[in-house]
């Protein structure tokens, strides 16, 4: 079955800061990929999502920017951190095996 | 475009009773339709998915939803709710564009003793 591993669990950035969260999935080939966030108190927002190695589609306009190096390999960036950008970042992956959800990164930036 | 409406934000219920959590879906073709939970400071977890068929699907945790195509629902019930399921409750649809996953907004579920 297809496994997503999403790291770290948590992490605390000063605002201005970079980021980049890596997420990875084994077990499927050629799976479309999906970063989404989830603000406090807020439902699960699609950021990115990717069909393939270097295709990127952005839902909403933000500070983030995703990329997608290899087919098992999809990362979530930002160059400066806003104080809005904290949340929790689900990766998840369709593939052979339906809808998979990382466990998340809960991101507090302060 | 696809969207999907959790109308309680809250719902309280007593440990033993009954639990209903509504969902209506807006799209074109039949969709596909899931249930997830979350409970707190955790990822989500699937309760249970609806693809074709039986329109009353079975899940785990005792959890069933029910498609109603005319009313645009996929409600999801359990007849005596544990303390343990006081969580957060996400109903999602999945249509054909990109295979990208709708979630409604959400409802979270607190359990009185």
């Known amino acids: 079955s297809q496994t997503i591993h999403q790291w770290p669990a948590t992490l605390v950035q000063p605002v201005g800061s970079p980021l980049s969260l890596e997420c990875t999935v084994e077990g499927t080939s050629n799976p479309n990929l999906y970063w989404y966030r989830q603000a406090a108190g807020r439902g699960l927002q699609l950021l990115f999502y990717s069909v393939g190695i270097g295709q990127i589609s952005s839902e909403v306009p933000q500070n983030l920017s995703a990329s997608r190096p290899q087919d098992w390999q999809f990362i979530l960036s930002s160059k400066k951190l806003l104080l809005s950008d904290s949340g929790f970042y689900l990766c998840?992956?369709?593939?052979?095996?339906?809808?998979?959800f990382g466990s998340g990164t809960r991101l507090t930036v302060v | 475009a696809q969207s999907v409406t959790q109308p309680d934000i809250h719902i309280t219920v007593s440990e033993g009773a009954s639990l209903e959590l509504r969902c209506n879906y807006s799209?074109?073709?039949?969709?596909?339709l899931f249930w997830y939970v979350q409970s707190p400071g955790q990822g989500l977890q699937l309760l249970l998915k609806?693809?074709?068929?039986?329109?009353l699907v079975q899940g785990i945790k005792g959890f069933e939803a029910e498609f109603k195509r005319s009313q645009s629902s996929f409600n999801l019930r359990k007849p005596s709710v544990h303390w343990s399921d006081a969580a957060e409750y996400f109903c999602a649809s999945l249509g054909a564009a990109g295979n990208k996953l709708t979630f409604g907004g959400g409802t979270r579920v607190l359990v009185k003793p």
């Open positions: 998840a992956c369709w593939g052979t095996y339906g809808y998979t």
């Open positions: 609806y693809f074709s068929g039986d329109t």
């Open positions: 799209y074109g073709a039949t969709p596909y």
